[in-house]
């Protein structure tokens, strides 16, 4: 099944759109989407959310929202989900927004099924066809989506969840590890 068979995928706003000019009063803030708030693992930095200021109030379709995926289409192609509390924040041209239109799909399944290696492998394919290696919607829209029963999908997102928690407490652990380590060695060189 293709993807643009199961969504809609739209680019995200060009930004200079809305840019407010020097001295210009802004409608509205919102928060944006950046490169750097997305780390390759697909999981939002929500540090690195960048603040906008736009000349007029934007309307829905440029604005995230709960079950929406949200892929870069620039390398690494990184895909994800979009909860509620990522909801109306600002997706950039940066970014494709891709709405499903049927409940045969799970928005986080969708984001762990494109970021896996195999899809990635193919998108890297897909976004070679020009001189810089951008993806187009239309190479979303083709792209196949392997049907996988929704009991399927939610233990992969079970497994994913846990992985991902496994993985933050692996990291608390090392760099509770590397601030003893270095407070042991201060110790012992500070000694009388």
């Given at each position: 099944?293709?993807?643009?068979?199961?969504?809609s995928i739209?680019v995200?706003?060009?930004?200079?759109?809305?840019e407010i000019?020097e001295g210009?009063?802004?409608?509205?803030?919102?928060?944006?989407?950046?490169?750097?708030s997305?780390?390759e693992d697909?999981?939002?930095d929500k540090?690195e959310l960048?603040?906008?200021?736009?000349k007029s109030?934007?309307?829905?379709?440029?604005?995230?929202q709960?079950?929406?995926?949200?892929i870069?289409?620039t390398?690494p192609?990184t895909?994800?989900?979009f909860?509620?509390?990522l909801?109306g924040?600002?997706?950039?041209?940066l970014f494709?927004?891709?709405?499903?239109?049927?409940?045969?799909?799970?928005?986080?399944f969708?984001?762990?099924y494109l970021?896996s290696?195999?899809?990635?492998?193919?998108?890297n394919?897909?976004?070679?066809?020009s001189?810089s290696p951008?993806?187009k919607?239309s190479?979303?829209?083709?792209?196949?989506?392997?049907?996988?029963?929704l009991e399927?999908?939610?233990?992969?997102?079970?497994m994913?969840d846990?992985?991902w928690?496994?993985?933050?407490?692996?990291?608390?652990?090392?760099?509770?590890?590397?601030?003893?380590y270095?407070?042991g060695i201060?110790?012992?060189i500070?000694q009388k």
């Amino acid at each position: 099944m293709k993807l643009g068979a199961i969504a809609s995928i739209k680019v995200g706003l060009i930004l200079s759109r809305q840019e407010i000019a020097e001295g210009e009063k802004a409608k509205a803030t919102y928060s944006l989407l950046t490169a750097r708030s997305i780390n390759e693992d697909g999981q939002v930095d929500k540090n690195e959310l960048q603040p906008f200021k736009s000349k007029s109030i934007l309307g829905k379709h440029h604005l995230g929202q709960k079950g929406d995926v949200v892929i870069r289409l620039t390398p690494p192609y990184t895909a994800v989900s979009f909860d509620e509390t990522l909801s109306g924040v600002i997706v950039s041209s940066l970014f494709a927004k891709i709405s499903l239109d049927n409940n045969s799909f799970l928005p986080d399944f969708l984001a762990i099924y494109l970021n896996s290696k195999s899809v990635k492998g193919e998108l890297n394919r897909l976004g070679k066809h020009s001189t810089s290696p951008v993806l187009k919607v239309s190479n979303l829209s083709e792209l196949e989506i392997k049907e996988i029963s929704l009991e399927v999908q939610k233990k992969i997102i079970e497994m994913t969840d846990l992985f991902w928690r496994e993985k933050n407490l692996l990291n608390q652990l090392r760099e509770k590890k590397e601030t003893l380590y270095q407070e042991g060695i201060n110790r012992l060189i500070n000694q009388k």
